[in-house]
DNA sequence: AATGAATGAGAATTCATTCAT
DNA sequence: AATGAATGAATTCTCATTCAT
């Protein structure tokens, strides 16, 4: 889960900070566009108003861009959870309580909208060099593990091995139905949303209190 | 849902239609070790122990290879769905009408590992060249509507609209769990299974009988 | 000038025969659509409604296509030069043996609409391998012959040499007119048409009677 | 007539300018050799002594290096007419002056000998897609509105549609009768250039004072 | 550091021609 | 003879990455 730096230098001028993130921008702006396979790094590099060799000064390659923006997607997320999921929330009725885990992932996704296919996607197994998928893993097991702690403030009995597995399960059914939320249009996605909290609520209630 | 036949042209001699065959067993069996993207044509073709110009001869394009696999996969699924999931099976109680529907698709998904990707797979949307994604849309929406169509015989009471929500919630859901199995190893994977199966029933007992 | 028979084999059957008439008709068809280059064989054979290997039965390349095509135009060319440019049309006025030429070869470009491209090709030196335009100067080389045939029945005292000069001069001239004609709405040709006259009248009036 | 800039981009280095034009030099020089259809991008980057990946740099596909080469001409062959018709050359003798046009193409068509291929191709209608044909084309345009100037002050009392007609059937004329002069002995071309002259002079003798 | 030109392996696809049936 | 499947060299073009300036 550590993962080498993905820079190839860390820049101590500020100017190469700001070009770093306008690079991590573009390549946002790029991969959510045409997607991670069909971008390229020259693409990204003009999208940035940057040359070519910039770009590789900075990343070794075009993983490394996608590794990166990961972890920065990671470090935002973490904020937004830490702000949203205090120990507080634990003491919820569960209802509330997924009120305010749905609503913190889903105003996260609103607005990066391009963690989305990160978000999403899914690990092939045998697709060894599936970047996006791995990269997407990490950021989901993020978010596990977050539950997991709140779950184990709020239902302490539990085995951690059961409490794990709830809170992977908890994700990747919300995982599975983004893709539904978002080809529904925006007026019948309440709808859907509804759904996906009677569903969860459904599969917790009899373990948590 | 239906779409143009993929193939450029159908063979009149049975020697193509065993090279078709045999061209396509090769394309999922690459497809399935390195993903859609990053598989080539010169290797589907190696694979298949013909040459370039034969697979080009069938097919138009590598798409085409990925359609009509999804098409032989759609049918296949069918005569599975076809056999497993007779009017009868709305009889059972709900816990084993869920176990027949799991274990079909399992038992499909066990037999074409291959299968798996597609079916997994998310539209991104914006990406409108995802063709994985979009040939994946289609065979999910074949379960869907079989489940739909269950549903109707066992809940004739339920509205449309809200039968085919279940329904895709259903197969969204399952779609979102099948990463966390796979990477589950074999001998925790009932456990899984298991957790799977409560899900669904939790979700799915209030709406219907 | 003499060349091999195209033809891989000469067919005794009077179904061959016609499959030939079929293939060089189809021939015409799409080298006129396309240029040969462009044209395929099996395009070829496909609009000649066989197969390809039909089409290689009796043509050993797609060279031999065109060459047997050039041949087949020759004859028509020749039959046509024939019955409209007798010796009698040495008698007329000038101004009105250059319609009679002139309305032959019209007469025969409007009837042959895929012969113009060959009788227009022109031969880039170097570019051994243009088979087009060496095709093409065969076919023009038959009317210089023609017309210097008749030159020196209307104008026995001329040099042999310049005679043919003449003839060629002139030949290419109209040669160069043609895509200025094809170009020239329908309601304009005649006006080109009749500067074309005017300069071969000019030019030919001061050495010919 | 003006048309987009064929570069993918302008370089801004002073060696992409060399490189550019040493692509648009091994371009001339294969397309002269072997034609454009059979001219592979391969081969124009090799004799240029570069890789596939510079030329595609500059080049987005094989047409643009012709219209960029179309361009070169275009510019080089204003430049020599600029020098050599100037309006001065319209108070000569009808002879002289078409002395000086033809002198002036014959110069220039001597020292860019794989400009004569563009100037002598023929648009074949119905071949839209003939680029050599186009490009000709315009560059023959050229030559008849320079032409057309010069007959403008040489005889002011022309309509102006029969000055350009003339003009046409003069240029047209001469690039029907190119090839001939190709094909010609050198020994003996300045007998045809001779008859070149008398045909075109014969021509417009009689509506140019 | 920054720029952007240079590289070339590798991808998809075509098509003339051969050959098994 | 007829069919059409099979072949594979050849072609155009891309793009991650390096390197000279």
Redesign the pocket.
């Given at each position: 889960m550590a993962q080498e730096t993905p820079y190839r230098?860390l820049?101590?001028?500020a100017?190469?900070q700001q070009?770093i993130a306008r690079l991590l921008d573009a390549a946002e702006c790029v991969f959510a566009a045409v997607g991670y396979d069909?971008?390229?790094?020259?693409a990204i590099a003009a999208q940035a108003n940057?040359?070519?060799?910039?770009?590789?000064?900075f990343f070794?390659?075009?993983?490394a861009l996608l590794t990166a923006l990961a972890g920065r997607y990671l470090a935002e997320l973490r904020d937004t959870l830490d702000q949203t999921l205090t120990p507080e929330t634990t003491e919820l009725p569960l209802a509330d309580f997924l009120d305010c885990i749905l609503g913190a992932l889903g105003s996260f996704l609103g607005e990066h909208t391009s963690f989305r296919p990160l978000f999403i996607s899914a690990r092939h197994p045998g697709h060894t060099k599936d970047e996006v998928a791995n990269a997407a893993y990490e950021l989901r097991q993020e978010v596990v593990l977050r539950i997991d702690g709140l779950l184990a403030l709020r239902a302490p009995s539990l085995a951690e091995a059961d409490r794990l597995l709830y809170a992977q399960v908890c994700v990747d059914t919300v995982r599975g139905l983004l893709p539904l939320l978002q080809a529904t249009p925006p007026s019948r996605r309440p709808r859907v949303i509804a759904e996906m909290k009677r569903l969860l609520l459904a599969y917790l209630a009899p373990v948590i209190g």
């Open positions: 230098k820049p101590q001028q100017r190469g070009r069909a971008a390229t790094t020259n940057t040359s070519i060799g910039s770009l590789y000064q070794p390659n075009k993983e």
